[in-house]
């Protein structure tokens, strides 16, 4: 008997990619431009290693990689490791240390804003609306978009973020959280995501349902894993696993 699923985020519920390319780009250009213009009001020059936005945003994500070695616990926690890399480069290029913080938590604002402008499948807002009134629900996602403000979290009562928990999947602590805050059992959920690393092992080997967004059949796929090719075709797999009883 299912009462609660679970939904993995990127990629399971709206694409990813595009918009972390975007985020990516866009709010170190911002930070470039807005920090350079605040400089010259001040008749200083611009900061000289991030004028270059390609040798700037290649410095940033060398000082992201690094401190996730560094810090491992806090390897799955990207606003932090994206927070200090920033606040390092700008003291490193200069800046004094308050000036800094401000800039960087400046910068972080504006990878939310961008981060935020996923576009959800169309088909899952009906989807999780109809799900609701029978199973309950929970993303739990190793990204670092905001979840009281992401598109669809007024369906999740219950929402984790993986890495800030300093559990990022595959870690089963992030999914017996979720469990844990759902009030309910492994066996009597279901998992969706994506990634048969970080979503479909975990949740098998803790005795979840699985059910694995992917549009690969070159697995042999686990008891209690099922693969359907898009989450549209969840209520058809759920409907089949009632009847199958
Ligand atoms: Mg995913």
Redesign the pocket.
Known sequence: MLHAITF?????LWD?AGVMEFTEHGHYRWLREALAAWREAQGEAALPGIQAHAEGLDDYVARRLRLAREVPERRGDFTWLRLRALEEQLEANGLNRSAALMWAAAAMNEFHRLRLQVTPHPEADPLLARLSQRYRLAAI???NIHLARQPLAHHFPVAIAAGEILAPKPDPRAFLTALDRLQTRPEHAMHV???WE??ILPANALGMRAAWVSDRDDRPLPHRVQRIAHVKELPELLAWLEKRG
């Open positions: 993995d985020l990127d990629d399971t990813n996602t190793n990204g995501g994506d990634s970080e979503d």
